[in-house]
């Protein structure tokens, strides 16, 4: 049943290992990384200059730079998109008990943190003090901390800027870094300045504060020489917080029909690995490609700001996702692979399901061909830029990502990427992006066939699942099956009759709400990940923000204005095997936050 498949994506496969251009496609790499590792708004307009720049060169048409809000307010779905920060120089100097530069953001880019609020023109200068537990600060300390510099082993964003504002300090200094065991002494990079300790860019209502990001080492050095004496400190950071624009970069190999094939990534972090690794596998796909046949679809390549951008450009031009097929979304890629940290990629979501999974399974297999490559592995649904899988957008986006092992450090560098790696994904999504740009009936009909065949595969019935959820598992991939129509398949639902369907009425228990649940339908405003951008910490009913937290992300995307909440808390429960019993207090904050409407049944 798989042969169908291999037989026409295997060759694609092996065309495309066979025409990439390493030297090219490591220069993209290298280019994209020493450009966005500055890390401002001046850096992203320039990078995207060179990015819309070589993509013309490689033939892909219609390239344009789109330009985004980015001005603290302007919600795009459920997202409020962040300030423009454009920083020049930002400088930390130790002047007592000794001379001594600390941080510069000229030789080191990450030692400022994003959003920094710029020091007047002449900087300020104030005393060191400690502080590793705000709520442990008495009033008669925190009037001390007036004027001075903040050293602290908490991320500087979130709850710990607040504290600064409060207390009148001027800057906070972080030696915070995430998986600190990986990388005792890497610097982290502060890319988040909210207000919320679970939120991201800074917003116009969010307070301002300047911050600068030191290693362990550096912290506990500043710590004797606090616990010795004053320690007297000057900081100047120039530059702009405010109004500004974030640019999209897009264009489109040309197809027969408008419709389109997605190839998303976002640009304007400081990794090679996250993610210059991403978008230039994502151009040399896109050349690999110019050269072809015009195949029946256009491919459009969108190069943006993680989900900022995205939610954006396809807020701004919505009658693009009725247009889009399917789409593959390149979150870092081409790090070296070991049994522990294979190449991984995250499927389409359970609530709208399509078998470009199976595509991408097949594509990654084929191309293990690749010395140094091994068995990628698959993995539930997760967000990146990828969004879009919500059925209320209608696209469904397999997402390549893996976070490097020095994530979001300096250390995510040019040693961490392997050549190998780097060609093996580019080959395959390129592979996989051209099959779908192809594929008409007899494709589909292929895919149809490969997709019952890992569903039977991938879930036996003497499996470790439940039987319920082994019955959602199967019902879920009946409906990837389904999905090959969209390609023009006329066997799909012959073939999907092989997998049994499911009730989703039969799943709902009394764990998943009372009347008030079985009665309340949430009406969405929105589409993707929700977030609480717009619902103040006091309305949150003790939830986090939810942008990250999957069972509430999926129980927005079953979300489609006829299912209860008891229904939508079911779906969820099945698929997370976890209670959801807290659904209807999670809605209710939704909609203090403007973003659903609950209706009763």
Partial sequence: ??????????????????????????????????????????????????????????????VEIVPCPADGRTRMQAWTMPLAWEADEATL???????????????????????????????VRGPLAIVDDPKAVTPEQRRKLRGSFILTSLSGRGPMKVFAREVGALAVISSHVFHADRHPDALGWSNGWSDAADGWAQKASDCRMTGFQVTASTSQRLREMVAAGRVMLEAKVTGRLGKGTLPVVTGVLPGETDEEVLLVGHLYEIGVLDNASGCAAMIEAMRLMASMPRPRRRVRIL????????????????ELLKRTVAGLNLDCVGEVE????????????????????????????????????????????????????????????VCFMKAPYHWHTNMDDWSCLDPSAMRRATAAVAAAVRWLAEAGPEEGNALAEATVAAALADFPEAGDLSPERRAFFLDRWRARVLWTARLG??????????????????????????QEEHSTVPVRKFWGAPTF?????????????????????????????????????????????????????????????????????
């Avoid at 065309?15 to 500055?38: C, F, G, I, K, N």
């Avoid at 002047?95 to 510069?104: A, N, T, W, Y």
């Avoid at 709208?352 to 199976?358: I, L, Q």
């Fill in 533 to 601: 951008d717009n619902v103040p910490p006091k309305d949150r009913d003790g939830f986090d923000d939810p942008r990250w937290r999957m069972p509430y992300v999926t129980a927005c995307y079953w979300a489609d204005g006829v299912r209860s909440v008891a229904e939508i808390a079911a779906l969820v429960r099945t698929e997370f095997d976890q209670p959801m019993g807290d659904l209807l207090r999670f809605f209710r904050v939704l909609e203090r936050g403007g973003m659903v409407e609950l209706r009763r049944k």
């Fill in 303 to 318: 190069l943006t700001s993680e989900c900022y951008g995205t939610y954006a450009f396809y807020t701004i031009r919505g």
């Fill in 489 to 514: 398949a006329g066997e799909a639902e012959a073939v999907a009759a092989r997998l049994p369907a499911l009730d989703p009425a039969s799943l709902v228990r009394p764990e998943d709400g009372g």
């Fill in 93 to 123: 100097r130790l002047v007592e008990p000794q001379r001594e530069l600390i941080c510069d953001r000229k030789s080191e880019p990450l030692s400022c943190c994003m959003w920094s609020e710029p020091t007047p023109p002449n900087g």
């Fill in 338 to 397: 070991t049994p522990e940290r294979p190449a991984q990629y995250h499927r389409t979501s359970e609530a709208s399901p399509a078998a470009v999974d199976t595509l991408v399974r097949w594509a990654m297999k084929l191309a293990e061909s690749v010395e140094g490559t091994l068995p990628a592995r698959e993995l539930t649904h997760s967000l990146s830029d990828n969004a879009m899988c919500d059925p209320a957008a209608g696209v469904p986006t």
């Fill in 1 to 62: 049943m798989e042969s169908r498949l291999k037989d026409r994506l295997g060759p694609m496969v092996a065309e495309m290992l066979e025409r990439y251009d390493e030297p090219q496609t490591l220069d993209w790499v290298y280019a994209l990384w020493q450009s966005d590792r500055e890390s401002d708004y001046t850096a992203f307009a320039r990078t995207a200059r060179y990015a819309a720049g070589q993509l013309r060169e490689i033939g892909v048409q219609d």
